[in-house]
């Protein structure tokens, strides 16, 4: 059992790929829309803001505002709990870096010359080569603003992938072909120490969620992660700073009653300003 995560130029043919290599294994397939589904079952108001965020890179405010900081930990969440499933291709959404030391998950990239690409997006947007290029450039730009972002990795790094296929080098099913053979060859890694890891990264992630969406709580800066990227040390650190001191136990409330038996340490503070915009931590 393994997992497939793409990352692809616009126009480059990754969604087919995807597809592709979904129907000859027997994988299921997640996407944007897949993903948009998931926020429309918690609020209308998750859709909207996931709508609005996958399409609009967020100004300097917006990035520190509650909404965004709770739509990318939901997003993040949902994608590592898929990836628990196994035998899944995910689509984009920063996949590859979620699911980054992960044995059993083969991280691809698909890129295409802009010639090509141009010709793609003309068919499928019934437009011109003009628009087809804007659209084209645009795409790019969000996605790599939206990668550094929320995972501060440059989106385009070759070193951030196990395999990269160039579309106008080499056919659709001659891509599909090589990446079946190497998922293949990933079962054999999914041993229980790699599960115990993965499990690990879902729990994080729904801790973060959780406190993100939690809009009754005053962080200004939180961080959870495992204590090891690896089972040396079998834990979790909930990180960062509140403006509200009694949120440092509702956190460290919320935090225990997800996590239950797995031990947390908490590297906590709280976070004043004074009329002079200074700021203090204790």
């Known amino acids: 059992m393994s997992i ?3 990352s692809r130029e616009y126009g480059s043919g990754g969604k087919e790929i995807g597809r592709k290599v979904a129907d000859l294994m027997g994988y299921e397939y997640v996407d944007r829309g897949r993903i948009l589904e998931d926020m429309r079952k918690i609020g209308i108001q998750w859709e909207k803001l996931a709508k609005y965020f996958d399409e609009n890179e967020p100004d ?6 509650w909404s965004f900081r709770g739509y990318a930990a939901l997003v993040q969440s949902h994608i590592l709990q898929y990836a628990l499933r196994d035998n899944i291709v995910i ?3 920063g996949g590859n870096f979620l699911l980054k030391g992960i044995p059993h998950v083969l991280r691809i990239r698909t890129t295409a010359p802009i010639e090509k690409r141009i010709e793609k997006v003309m068919q499928w947007q019934e437009t ?3 628009n087809a290029e804007w659209l084209i450039k645009r795409a790019d730009k969000e996605m790599a603003g939206a990668v550094y972002l929320i995972y501060g990795f440059v989106w385009d ?3 951030q992938y196990d395999l990269l296929f ?4 080499q056919t659709y099913d001659t891509i599909v072909e090589a ?6 060859a990933r079962k054999g890694l999914k041993t229980e120490e790699a599960v115990k890891l993965l499990e690990l990264k879902v729990l994080a992630a729904k801790i973060d969620a959780e406190l993100a969406t939690d809009n009754t709580l005053q962080i200004s800066s939180l961080d959870v992660k495992l204590k090891e990227e690896g089972l040396v040390e079998y834990g979790l650190i909930v990180g960062g700073a509140v403006y509200a001191n009694e949120d440092i136990s509702r956190v460290k409330d919320i935090a225990n009653k997800i996590a239950g038996n797995t031990p947390i340490e908490y590297d906590l503070h709280f976070r004043w300003q004074s009329r002079m915009g200074h700021t203090q931590y204790k």
């Open 166 to 169: 160039n579309t106008g080098l």
């Open 60 to 65: 300097v405010w917006e990035r520190f505002e």
């Open 157 to 159: 790094d070759p070193a």
């Open 128 to 130: 011109n080569s003009e």
């Open 4 to 6: 497939l995560t793409i």
């Open 179 to 184: 990446i079946a053979k190497e998922l293949q």
């Open 91 to 93: 689509m984009g959404r």
